[in-house]
C-alpha cells in the first residue's frame, strides 16, 4: 500500500511540476445554474431547519466537535439530513472523456465529488488512491473512495485532482444535483479522508498547474423572477469579471475570529432603516454559497424581527409580513469594513413565485433573515447565503486572504 501510495505522490509531482509556457491571458468564467428543489412542496423540512443544520455542524466541526473523514463513524452514521430547496450549481467535467456532473458550488466546504445522483464514470484517467473520503454537511452527507483524475472547467483541465466517488451512499441531495465542488478554503478539507492532511481544491490545483495566474474565485448569483431552474449566475476562476457589478470592487480582510476564521469568514456591523436601528455590533460570520438564507445569531435575530414588526410563522419558521405593512419595511445596511451595503426592502423578501416550495401560503410574505439557532459570543455570528449573494458580487482572494463585494445592476431590483 506504502509503496501505491509513493507511485501516486510521485504521479501528482510530475504532473503539477510541469507548468505550460504561457498562463491564460484572463481568468476563467463559468455559467452557474439556479435550481429549486420541486419535489420539495414544503412536505420536507423547512428551509430554516436545513440551513440551521448546516450552519450547526459548520461551527460544531470547526471547533473540532465533529469529525469528518471516513474513520469518523466507523460503525455507521445517525445523522438526520435534509434535501435543500435552492442550489447553484456548475457543469464539471471528470475524467478522459469527460463525463459531465452539475455540481453545488460550495465556499464552505473543499472537497469535490460525485455520485449523488448520476454514478461516477471511471475512464483511463482514473486513478483509485484506495483511500476512503467522507464529509458531512449538515444538510447533506457523502461517503465513498476517493480517486486521482482529470477535471474540465471549461477549456481550463485540471490533473490529477482529487474526486470522492459516493459509491457507497449521498444523502440530502436535490434530484439534479450531482455533487458539490469544495472553492472554500482548503484547510476545510482536513481530516475528511483516510491521509492525513488537506485535500488541495480545484483551485489550488488549477493554480499550482499554472492554469491561472491568481488563486481568486468570483461569484455573480442573480434573482430571476419565477424560473425555477436557471443559468443566471458565473463562476469565475483566477479573477474577476468587471461585467457582472458596479461601482467599486471593495476588499477586506478575512476574520481572525475563530471558528469564522476557517471559512471565507468576514467582520460586520448591521443596522436597519433610516433611523441606523442597531442590529448587531462588530461581529463576525461567514459569506457562504451552500446556505440559502441569511442566518443572524438568535439575540440578533430577535433585534431585526423587533425593528420590521414581521412575525414567526412557525409553518415555514420563517418571518413574515402582511401585505398592507409590507410599504412600511425599510433597507437593511451591511457595514463591512469601509463601504455599507443597502439589501434593499424587496431583497429581504422570498421570491413570492416560490412560497409554496417552503410551505408557505401563496398571498403571504416571508423574509429571508433567519435564526441562527445560537446567541452571540461564538465567533460565528452570522451566515450571508444565497440570498445575499444574489444581490451582490462577491470575490474570495485565496492568495491574500481577502474577501470582496460590490453592488450589481439588481441589487436594487424590485422582483419580489
Request: hydrophobic share 40%; glycine share 12%; with cysteine.
Amino acid at each position: 500500500m506504502l509503496a501505491r501510495l509513493l507511485s501516486l505522490v510521485a504521479l501528482c509531482v510530475v504532473a503539477t511540476s510541469a507548468k505550460p509556457v504561457a498562463l491564460r491571458d484572463s481568468p476563467l468564467t463559468l455559467p452557474l445554474a439556479r435550481r429549486f428543489n420541486l419535489a420539495s412542496g414544503g412536505s420536507g423540512a423547512r428551509i430554516i431547519d436545513v440551513d440551521q443544520a448546516r450552519a450547526k455542524f459548520l461551527v460544531e466541526g470547526a471547533q473540532g466537535l465533529h469529525q469528518n473523514g471516513p474513520a469518523a463513524r466507523a460503525d455507521g452514521i445517525n445523522i438526520p439530513v435534509t434535501n435543500t430547496v435552492l442550489e447553484y450549481t456548475v457543469s464539471v467535467g471528470v475524467g478522459t472523456p469527460p463525463t459531465q456532473y452539475n455540481l453545488v458550488v460550495d465556499t464552505g466546504s473543499a472537497n469535490t465529488w460525485v455520485g449523488a445522483n448520476k454514478t461516477y464514470v471511471q475512464t483511463s484517467s482514473s486513478i483509485d488512491t484506495g483511500v476512503g473520503v467522507e464529509v458531512t454537511y449538515g444538510s447533506g452527507i457523502f461517503r465513498g473512495e476517493e480517486f486521482l483524475d482529470t477535471v474540465t472547467l471549461g477549456d481550463l483541465v485540471i490533473k490529477n485532482q482529487s474526486i470522492g466517488d459516493a459509491n457507497v451512499f449521498a444523502i440530502g441531495f436535490i434530484e439534479g444535483v450531482d455533487g458539490i465542488m469544495g472553492i472554500g478554503p482548503t484547510a476545510r478539507s482536513v481530516n475528511t479522508t483516510g491521509t492525513p492532511g488537506v485535500v488541495p481544491t480545484v483551485l489550488d490545483n488549477a493554480f499550482e498547474q499554472g492554469l491561472i495566474d491568481k488563486k481568486v474565485v468570483s461569484i455573480a448569483m442573480a434573482p430571476s423572477g419565477n424560473a425555477t431552474t436557471v443559468t443566471n449566475g458565473e463562476l469565475t476562476l483566477g479573477g474577476i469579471d468587471p461585467s457582472k457589478f458596479t461601482g467599486d470592487l471593495n476588499f477586506v480582510p478575512l476574520t481572525t475570529t475563530s471558528p469564522a476564521s476557517t471559512f471565507v469568514g468576514i467582520d460586520q456591523t448591521i443596522t436597519y432603516g433610516s433611523a441606523d436601528t442597531p442590529i448587531t455590533p462588530l461581529a463576525a460570520g461567514i459569506v457562504d454559497t451552500g446556505t440559502t438564507l441569511i442566518l443572524l445569531a438568535s439575540d440578533y435575530y430577535v433585534q431585526y424581527l423587533g425593528a420590521t414588526g414581521a412575525k414567526h410563522d412557525f409553518r415555514t419558521g420563517l418571518l413574515t409580513i402582511s401585505p398592507d405593512k409590507l410599504p412600511n419595511l425599510q433597507s437593511l445596511f451591511f457595514h463591512i469594513g469601509n463601504t455599507t451595503y443597502e439589501f434593499p426592502p424587496d431583497a429581504q423578501i422570498w421570491p413570492r413565485a416560490f412560497n409554496s416550495l417552503i410551505g408557505g401560503d401563496d398571498d403571504q410574505v416571508y423574509l429571508v433573515i433567519g435564526n441562527l439557532g445560537r446567541n452571540s459570543g461564538t465567533g460565528f455570528e452570522f451566515v450571508l447565503g444565497v440570498t445575499f449573494l444574489e444581490r451582490f458580487y462577491h470575490v474570495y482572494d485565496a492568495d491574500n486572504n481577502l474577501a470582496g463585494f460590490a453592488t450589481t445592476p439588481l441589487t436594487n431590483a424590485t422582483l419580489n
